[in-house]
């Protein structure tokens, strides 16, 4: 019976409740004089039925998700890897500082990280300081048993995929949302250890040591510990910027490109420096006084500012070591100096400096038609008594300018703007105060253009060139590389016409003639083309990778078709005059660390798309000894690629391993299938027992691991630092694997 009475009251409460719904429903529907009854009544029983089917249907369906997901499979060495982490990123534009120009590099493309360590070394740190520019995690999965994973809600677009675990690390790039089956590979990855020291070699406990992988800026970070000691990785190889930071130390900024498998860096940080003193007018305190330090110059902003006390005396600090540049000013007066405070020298006290009457110009920068130009550079050299600074300044966009405190008398000033303008040089006769001058800017004359192939698809990297008409023998006017976007920009000294010659690495050659100022749209034909990627053996990419192309059968430096140098991740493009088959050849040349591969390629007509992969290595040691058996120390060794690779920047600089005072050496990992080992010792020379010829190299096997080298004392020989010689044919090791 009780359990009836409660059914029934709650069935009660429930038709009360609707019930009392729906008389409110009625109550709230406004009263509309416009309206009649009959109306009022037929919207009143709309509003009713609806409510009452409101009430009792189901809830709908919620929408469907249109994010996307990917999925794929995790492999290492033996199979699939269950436990592993798999995280997706994306840069933001105009956010993560992959993205953020340099404003300071000549190279096209340069990004922050890549010119940190010049002018934005401060900036970096603040905004590593703050965890501001770092690519978003947008996804995070781990594998199962089986290695799957899958990264889920996912907005359209292209990830990069970093694999994580304490054994390794894996990555690839260009992944898009809603892919299946993708396939990471899990590989050893690099690894960075050392110490962290002040600059007086005392260890920093408890500093913050961060690596930005530049390609696509993530962060990695970890803590030194009691003795200054940090570990990092694995994490992919590749060019990565370093932070490393301590409260009450100066940050300190890197860059390094990683490849070996463990790398040893030790991170030393200055201890800050302070400055005080005394600013005098006439020999009286001076207060309100400002006073600013740099150790570059005025144009970057990354000056100390303080200003002086009632007494006249300042306080700098947090300084760097080295030539701190001091300036004084108050009411047009100014003084400065140049204040040595090294290593040795934590802090200096006794600085005077004495107001005198200075000079400051102000005006307006136009061009040639009179219109103001926003954004241009004014600057002069201000003398110092041991040194000089650049004071630079940019102007408004009404195109005014301020510049000082300068001193009185002659002073030379450059004006700039970019490549649209002519530089400006002037030099003006300044009184003590205030100064007005004025300057125009003179536009360059330009031929501009753009090149693209057959199929109007854009041509990146060709040379574009103009010269007079009478032929390359009057001089060249200006040489560029076309962009991305096939564009070129070629300065010419005076209207008229010109040629344009363009094409030869990426299209056939052209000669045009032109007219200056003009515009341009050049179609060639493009020569037969290798694009592809280098990767280590986990398909991680590998940046700064020297890629050659020669003919089939030829590796020598002077029948070099062409060269490229991979990216960030791991690209290149090369060309050859005709189709046919063709020898490609990497190598990747660090010192103690140097790893080849080649195979050969067959050209058609149009592109051809590969990946070429570079094994890992092992270590190879040995021994270099006399005749007799006595080791000879200081000998310098070095391990080429049987392709003649020119070394970066040009030349035949050593790069390699000398030997220790037991004649013992080390490299830390070779890999190839054809290396050459070669002596850079100035008369030394391989002993004919290992069947070399006179200044020849000797061919490495792959399973060498220990080599006893014999040398003897040889007259003079060519210089091996101009070139080595490229017909001898190297004789194989005689070293034991």
């Not at 993205?99 to 900036?123: I, M, N, Q």
């Not at 962009?483 to 010419?492: C, E, N, V």
């Not at 990778?545 to 960030?568: F, H, I, M």
């Not at 210089?719 to 070293?735: C, I, L, M, Q, V």
Request: hydrophobic share 40%; net charge negative.
């Amino acid at each position: 019976m009780r359990s009836r009475w409660i059914l029934g009251a709650s069935v009660s409460v429930l038709l009360l409740g609707l019930v009392l719904a729906l008389w409110l429903v009625l109550r709230g529907e406004p009263e509309s004089p416009a309206r009649g009854a009959e109306a009022y009544a037929r919207a009143s029983g709309r509003r009713s039925a609806s409510l009452l089917q409101g009430l009792f249907q189901e809830a709908p369906p919620a929408p469907e998700d249109p994010r996307l997901h990917i999925r794929g499979l995790v492999l290492g060495a033996r199979g699939p890897v269950a436990g592993v982490v798999v995280l997706a990123s994306a840069p933001v534009r105009g956010e993560s500082l992959s993205t953020l120009p340099c404003k300071d590099s000549l190279r096209p493309g340069a990004t922050v990280l890549d010119c940190a360590f010049v002018s934005s070394s401060a900036e970096l740190a603040e905004w590593v300081a703050q965890r501001q520019g770092e690519v978003p995690v947008l996804g995070r999965a781990t594998t199962g048993a089986d290695g799957s994973f899958t990264l889920e809600k996912l907005d359209a677009g292209r990830y990069t995929l970093w694999v994580e675990s304490a054994e390794g690390s894996g990555l690839r790039h260009g992944v898009a949302a809603g892919d299946e089956g993708v396939e990471l590979r899990l590989g050893a990855g690099v690894r960075l250890s050392g110490k962290v020291v002040d600059d007086g070699f005392e260890p920093v406990p408890g500093a913050l040591v961060t690596a930005i992988f530049n390609a696509e800026s993530r962060f990695f970070e970890t803590l030194t510990d009691a003795s200054g000691r940090y570990q990092l990785g694995p994490f992919p190889p590749g060019e990565y910027a370093f932070v490393v930071s301590k409260e009450g130390l100066r940050s300190k900024t890197d860059r390094l490109t990683l490849h070996s498998a463990e790398t040893d860096k030790t991170f030393f940080m200055d201890r800050p420096r302070r400055i005080s003193g005394l600013v005098l007018r006439a020999g009286a305190p001076v207060a309100g006084a400002k006073v600013l330090a740099t150790a570059h110059s005025l144009a970057f902003g990354d000056e100390t500012v303080t200003f002086t006390d009632a007494r006249g005396r300042f306080f700098l600090g947090g300084l760097k070591p080295g030539l701190q540049k001091l300036f004084a000013t108050h009411a047009g007066d100014a003084a400065s100096a140049a204040v040595p405070i090294f290593k040795e020298t934590l802090e200096r006290t006794d600085i005077t400096l004495e107001l005198t009457p200075a000079a400051e110009v102000h005006g307006v920068v136009r061009d040639d038609s009179g219109q103001p130009i926003e954004g241009a550079h004014v600057s002069t050299n201000l003398k110092l008594e041991r040194s000089s600074v650049l004071l630079l300044v940019e102007t408004d966009a009404e195109g005014r300018y301020r510049l000082g405190p300068v001193w009185p008398g002659p002073v030379r000033f450059e004006v700039s703007k970019g490549k649209d303008f002519q530089l400006h040089h002037s030099e003006r006769t300044l009184p003590a105060g205030e100064s007005t001058v004025d300057f125009t800017l003179t536009r360059w004359l330009r031929v501009d253009g753009v090149l693209v192939d057959t199929e109007a698809r854009p041509i990146e990297g060709e040379y574009a060139v103009l010269a007079p008409l009478e032929g390359w023998e009057k001089g060249v006017w200006d040489k560029v590389q076309t962009g991305p976007d096939g564009r070129f920009s070629l300065i010419a000294p005076q209207p008229g016409r010109h040629m344009l010659h363009i094409g030869g690495r990426r299209v056939r050659y052209r000669a045009v003639e032109v007219s200056a100022p003009s515009s341009q749209h050049i179609v060639a034909e493009r020569f037969p083309s290798v694009v592809g990627e280098v990767v280590d053996e986990a398909g991680m990419p590998m940046p700064g990778v020297a890629v050659g192309l020669w003919p089939e059968g030829s590796g020598k430096l002077r029948e070099q078709l062409d060269r490229d140098e991979t990216d960030a991740w791991g690209r290149f493009a090369l060309s050859a005059p005709e189709a046919g088959r063709y020898r490609l050849a990497a190598e990747l040349d660090e010192n103690t660390l140097v790893r080849a591969a080649s195979q050969l390629i067959s050209l058609g007509a149009g592109e051809t798309r590969l990946k070429l992969l570079v094994p890992t290595g092992k270590p190879v040691s040995g021994v270099v000894v006399d005749p007799r058996g006595n080791p000879i120390p200081g000998i310098r060794l070095r391990v080429r690629a049987p392709q003649g690779f020119e070394d970066v920047g040009g030349g035949w600089s050593f790069r390699g391993v000398s030997t220790e005072q037991d004649g013992r050496f080390t490299f830390k990992e070779l890999a190839g299938e054809e290396l050459l080992l070669h002596v850079w010792e100035p008369g030394y020379d391989f002993d004919a027992s290992h069947g070399v010829g006179p200044r020849g190299p000797l061919r490495l096997r792959p399973g060498d691991s220990w080599l006893r080298l014999v040398l003897v004392r040889v007259g003079p020989v060519r210089d091996r630092y101009e070139k080595f010689r490229e017909d001898e044919e190297p004789a194989t090791s005689t070293g034991g694997g």
